[in-house]
């Protein structure tokens, strides 16, 4: 089964950037991929999605902040995330949508 493994999580300070990235174990060119947002005490929310074809979805709280992108041939995906609020504290998980498969999830503390 192919396995996801999310890297590029750390503190930064209110209005800084990060930038995320998850690897996979296989080829993922024909998954839609998405990042999902774990604030402490809340449940797991969709943050952005990428189709194999590219078109892209973001839930309203990011956009115009957060960009996702994905490299078949690397088989990566990243989630750019600029003007970074303190609600955007917590975990960020990598997904592959048609498999229902979850990275392990990255740390991301916006604080001063």
């Known amino acids: 089964q192919v396995r996801l493994v999310e890297s590029g999580g750390g503190l930064v300070q209110p209005g800084g950037s990060l930038t995320l990235s998850c690897a996979a174990s296989?080829?993922?060119?024909?998954?839609?991929m998405a990042w999902y947002h774990q604030a402490p005490g809340k449940r797991r929310d969709l943050v952005a999605a990428?189709?194999?074809?590219?078109?892209?979805k973001y839930e309203d709280p990011v956009k115009g902040r957060f960009t996702i992108s994905r490299d078949n041939a690397e088989k990566t995906v990243h989630l750019q995330m600029n003007s970074l609020k303190p609600e955007d504290t917590g975990v960020y998980y990598c997904?592959?949508?048609?498999?229902?498969?979850w990275g392990q999830g990255t740390q991301v503390t916006v604080s001063s």
């Open positions: 990428i189709e194999s074809g590219g078109r892209t």
């Open positions: 997904m592959i949508l048609n498999l229902g498969v």
């Open positions: 296989e080829n993922i060119n024909v998954y839609t």
